[in-house]
């Protein structure tokens, strides 16, 4: 069992910058594709950012390549997100998740979710 806990969220200008972070209990994280989603109310849950087991691998989605950076630290078992350039429609409840699979941008794939946190981005 893995339990994830999301911090960082909050109120920003567009154009801003957060970094969320993701800290892990119950098991090590280095075993785990770790996953960063969002979703906005009346929307679908979407893949923002994944990365490997070893973080030797990223993936984006194209709304947010070259704006956010998906990271990890497996010694403090914390995953994190930088983002950059905030647009009001980024405004979303901010989700990690963790999945015992190589790769994964697809919700269903992965096991294991956190609570959210908040990222409101004002106009």
């Known amino acids: 069992q893995v339990q994830l806990v999301e911090s960082g969220g909050g109120l920003v200008q567009a154009g801003g910058s957060l970094r969320l972070s993701c800290a892990a209990s119950?098991?090590?994280?280095?075993?785990?594709?770790m996953g960063w989603f969002r979703q906005a109310p009346g929307k679908e849950r979407e893949f923002v950012a994944a990365?490997?087991?070893?973080?030797?691998?990223?993936y984006y989605a194209d709304s947010v390549n070259g704006r956010f950076t998906i990271s990890r630290d497996n010694a403090k078992n914390t995953l994190y997100l930088k983002m950059n350039s905030l647009k009001p429609e980024e405004t979303a409840g901010y989700y990690c998740?963790?999945?015992?699979?190589?790769?994964?941008?697809?919700?269903?794939?992965?096991?294991?979710w956190g609570q959210g946190t908040q990222v409101t981005v004002s106009s």
């Open positions: 998740a963790a999945a015992h699979r190589p790769v994964g941008t697809n919700s269903y794939e992965y096991r294991y």
């Open positions: 119950g098991r090590t994280l280095s075993n785990y594709l």
């Open positions: 990365i490997s087991w070893g973080g030797g691998s990223t």
